[in-house]
Nanobody, 118 residues
Framework: QVQLVESGGGWVQAGGSLRLSCAAS????????MGWFRQAPGKQRELVAS???????NFANSVKDRFTISRDSGKNMVWLQMNSLKPEDTAVYYC????????????WGQGTQVSVSS
């Protein structure tokens, strides 16, 4: 099992920045990819960014050039740096992890709220 704990959410004005952190514990050696998802009220959860153990990153089109994802496997940490935030970025953000044997992300954090005001 893997446990994920997010931190760093909060409220910010449009154009501002936030940095989300995710700490992994447990059987972290089984983790292949880590990602950040978000879910806004009334909307489906969507993948925001992901990073593999080899450092390959992927971003949703809506956040490219504004968000960056980084990972320190030795410290079992992953971060999401969010710049130039927009009101439409308001959502609960979830950290997730995927084992190499799995197609879908199978470990999830509890989520952290990000609110962006105009």
């Amino acid at each position: 099992q893997v446990q994920l704990v997010e931190s760093g959410g909060g409220w910010v004005q449009a154009g501002g920045s936030l940095r989300l952190s995710c700490a992994a514990s447990g059987r972290t050696s089984s983790i292949y990819a880590m990602g950040w998802f978000r879910q806004a009220p009334g909307k489906q959860r969507e993948l925001v960014a992901s990073i593999t153990s080899g450092g390959i990153t992927n971003f949703a089109n809506s956040v490219k050039d504004r968000f960056t994802i980084s990972r320190d496997s030795g410290k079992n940490m992953v971060w999401l740096q969010m710049n130039s935030l927009k009101p439409e970025d308001t959502a609960v953000y979830y950290c997730a992890a995927r084992r190499i044997t799995q197609v879908n992300y199978d470990y999830w954090g509890q989520g952290t709220q990000v609110s962006v005001s105009s």
